[in-house]
């Protein structure tokens, strides 16, 4: 049975990261998010009794304004610190937006010196534009001791941290930080989505890491598609003819004959993702609240929804409503349509039994900026099985 461990949930928004973390092992001692309609969701699912939530110590507010010093030695601290600065769909001010929270999530790792940390963030961040504040979060990380002083920019906070690290000098609370691009789809989500992760063990403990290998591959897909039509016969179709574009992708996938299954299994798609759920309808189904057809979707040029038969595009917030073409079905006739609450919570692992509260709009913003669970999941489950008993 898997050893239930204390945590710190930051930056927890309708709480996709934090339920996968929670399914690692992980029982969070403080909850924190600041957004109203992301705390309700949270306690909506609560007073429904929705196992993962039930017990949430849930605080709405600014984490600036929290102490974690009581939190001393916990597990773990996690989160997704607000991502809009580094976004390839934002405005990229990143160090010069006051969204910018990656400098509270460094205080809560200096306070609580945890004996590991998860943070996660957009693509975004890894852009050749913020290559240098990259590695100023990655070494604030690693040496949270060596704190930004009154009047002090970033790029003298940096050198020094550099000077530092260059020393050799590992007194103090230092961390082992490995970094990397995580794609969603490899770790058995519909959805194409890639994340960058942060992890870290406190050195002391001497811990020898590396993120987790895919557990799931395009290749097989592929291979399930159009060498031996499985995933076809699986949702009672006929086998189509292999698309033009992805000829070359089937050879090379042919040529494996199959053999990397032994490995990974295949991307799971829309069609997967969403098997069971009747067709939408405008008025909602007694038991299918959340699944209710939004009127409205059109495709453009760059905005012609998601196919049924691969991950999805990447679910997104937007700043200002929902973006048609990632948050749209692409139907085999080559019709749109919206993808309903409950569809694009599938499409980010969520339960089928967790709720989500606020207007459609809101509900969209809160699905689009969360973590996958399974991703989640899959990450925090490496972290406990590393961290010594």
Same mark, same amino acid.
């Given at each position: 049975m898997t050893a239930r461990l204390s945590s710190i949930e930051l930056f927890v928004g309708a709480g996709g990261l934090a339920q996968g973390i929670a399914q690692a092992g992980f029982h969070p001692r403080l909850v924190a998010e600041w957004n109203r309609d992301a705390c309700q969701t949270i306690r909506?699912?609560?007073?429904?009794?929705?196992?993962?939530?039930?017990?949430?110590?849930?605080?709405?507010?600014?984490?600036?304004?929290?102490?974690?010093?009581?939190?001393?030695?916990v597990d773990l601290v996690s989160g997704g610190p607000p991502c809009q600065p580094f976004s390839l769909g934002g405005k990229h001010a990143g160090y010069n937006d006051s969204r910018d929270m990656f400098p509270q999530a460094v205080r809560a790792v200096r306070e609580a010196k945890p004996r590991a940390f998860i943070f996660e963030n957009v693509k975004g961040l890894t852009r050749t534009a913020f290559q240098n504040y990259f590695e100023y979060i990655r070494l604030?990380?690693?040496?949270?001791?060596?704190?930004?002083?009154?009047?002090?920019?970033?790029?003298?906070?940096?050198?020094?941290?550099?000077?530092?690290?260059l020393s050799g000098n590992r007194d103090g609370l230092t961390y082992r930080v490995v970094t990397e691009? *995580?794609? @969603?789809? $490899?770790? =058995? %989500? &519909?959805q194409?989505?890639?994340?960058?992760?942060?992890?870290?063990?406190?050195?002391d403990l001497d811990v020898t890491w590396h993120f987790p290998r895919p557990s799931h591959s395009h290749e097989q897909l592929l291979h399930d598609q159009y060498v031996t039509g499985t995933y076809w016969e699986r949702h009672g179709l006929a086998r189509p003819p292999v698309p033009p574009r992805l000829v070359k992708s089937v050879h090379r996938a042919q040529a494996h004959?199959?053999?990397?299954?032994?490995?990974?299994?295949?991307?799971?798609?829309?069609?997967?993702?969403?098997?069971?759920?009747?067709?939408?309808?405008?008025?909602?189904?007694?038991?299918?609240?959340?699944?209710?057809?939004?009127?409205?979707?059109?495709?453009?040029?760059?905005?012609?929804?998601?196919?049924?038969?691969?991950?999805?595009?990447? *679910?997104? @917030?937007? $700043?200002? =409503? %929902? &973006?048609?073409?990632?948050n749209m079905l692409l139907n085999a006739d080559g019709s749109v349509r919206y993808f309903t609450v409950r569809e694009s919570?599938?499409?980010?692992?969520?339960?089928?039994?967790?709720?989500?509260?606020?207007?459609?709009?809101?509900?969209?913003?809160?699905?689009?900026?969360?973590?996958?669970?399974?991703?989640?999941?899959?990450?925090?489950?490496?972290?406990?099985?590393?961290?010594?008993?």
């Open positions: 909506e699912n609560q007073e429904r009794g929705f196992p993962l939530v039930r017990d949430w110590p849930v605080i709405e507010g600014d984490v600036r304004d929290l102490t974690f010093s009581q939190f001393e030695g604030q990380l690693q040496y949270p001791e060596i704190i930004h002083l009154d009047g002090e920019d970033w790029t003298s906070h940096l050198a020094r941290l550099e000077q530092h690290h691009v *995580l794609q @969603a789809a $490899d770790f =058995g %989500v &519909p194409k989505r890639q994340r960058v992760f942060f992890v870290g063990f406190r050195r004959g199959g053999l990397f299954a032994a490995e990974a299994t295949a991307w799971r798609t829309v069609r997967d993702a969403l098997q069971g759920l009747p067709e939408p309808q405008e008025e909602p189904y007694s038991n299918w609240s959340d699944h209710r057809l939004i009127p409205g979707a059109r495709s453009y040029p760059g905005h012609t929804g998601s196919p049924l038969d691969e991950p999805s595009k990447t *679910l997104k @917030a937007g $700043d200002h =409503g %929902v &973006p048609g073409g990632e919570a599938r499409l980010q692992t969520f339960d089928d039994q967790y709720v989500f509260s606020g207007a459609w709009g809101n509900v969209m913003r809160q699905l689009g900026n969360a973590v996958p669970v399974h991703l989640g999941r899959a990450v925090a489950q490496s972290v406990q099985q590393a961290l010594p008993l």
